[in-house]
């Protein structure tokens, strides 16, 4: 089986990003704006992205499987910005899309073919986190089925700065009740917010 194998949607197709996308990849994650929010640093030069591509892609992979998309307009196949799933404990969803794009339900509709991959392959649940000041990734996670489960503080890193997370998780398996923990356990502030 391909690691990673490309999944379609009315608009999109999702697929692993490849030497090719180097330019995109550096379109996508030199925004500042876009990267306000992400744990990288923009990067600054092509060799940046390029440097990213290898360390994270070509890595991911090599693996026997993973969940390491580009997501892409079915008009061009050009990465707008990725989407994946993690093979860790936390099956964490993340996902960055280029600015212009904002707005048109494009990672929401992403977002649900991951999950239903994944869901087929066997994940029991996903979670995602989202700094408080970005309550617009809360509304894709809430598309998506989400349920916000707690709140909590983390110096992020690289870029060294205290956030307060909102933990969400859809359980995949009809376990309702499960609360993914480590991060409630791992960080010593933690709490559940109201009328989230």
Same mark, same amino acid.
């Given at each position: @089986? !391909?690691?990673?194998? *490309?999944?379609?949607? &009315?608009?999109? %197709? ?8 180097? #330019? ?21 030069? @092509? !060799?940046?992205?390029? *440097?990213?591509?290898? &360390?994270?892609? %070509? ?8 969940? #390491? ?30 600015? &212009? ?96």
């Amino acid at each position: @089986m !391909e690691n990673t194998p *490309a999944l379609e949607t &009315e608009r999109l %197709v999702l697929r692993q990003f490849t030497e090719n996308d180097i #330019e995109a990849l550096f379109r996508i994650f030199s925004d500042e704006e876009v990267n306000t929010f992400l744990p990288l640093f923009p990067f600054k030069t @092509m !060799e940046d992205a390029k *440097a990213y591509y290898y &360390e994270k892609y %070509v890595k991911a992979y090599s693996m026997p499987r993973g969940y #390491e998309y580009a997501i892409c307009l079915k008009s061009d196949h050009i990465p707008i910005g990725y989407i994946h799933a993690s093979m860790e404990e936390n099956h964490d969803l993340g996902y960055g899309l280029c600015r &212009e794009f904002w707005h048109k339900g494009i990672v929401t509709e992403a977002g649900k073919r991951l999950i239903e991959k994944v869901k087929e392959d066997g994940f029991p649940y996903v979670t995602a986190t989202h700094d408080v000041n970005n309550p617009r990734s809360g509304e894709v996670m809430k598309r998506l089925g989400m349920r916000y489960k707690y709140s909590y503080e983390e110096q992020w890193q690289p870029k060294d700065v205290l956030v307060t997370f909102r933990m969400y998780q859809l359980n995949l398996d009809g376990k309702q009740d499960r609360v993914y923990r480590e991060y409630w356990d791992k960080y010593t502030v933690h709490y559940i917010e109201n009328n989230i």
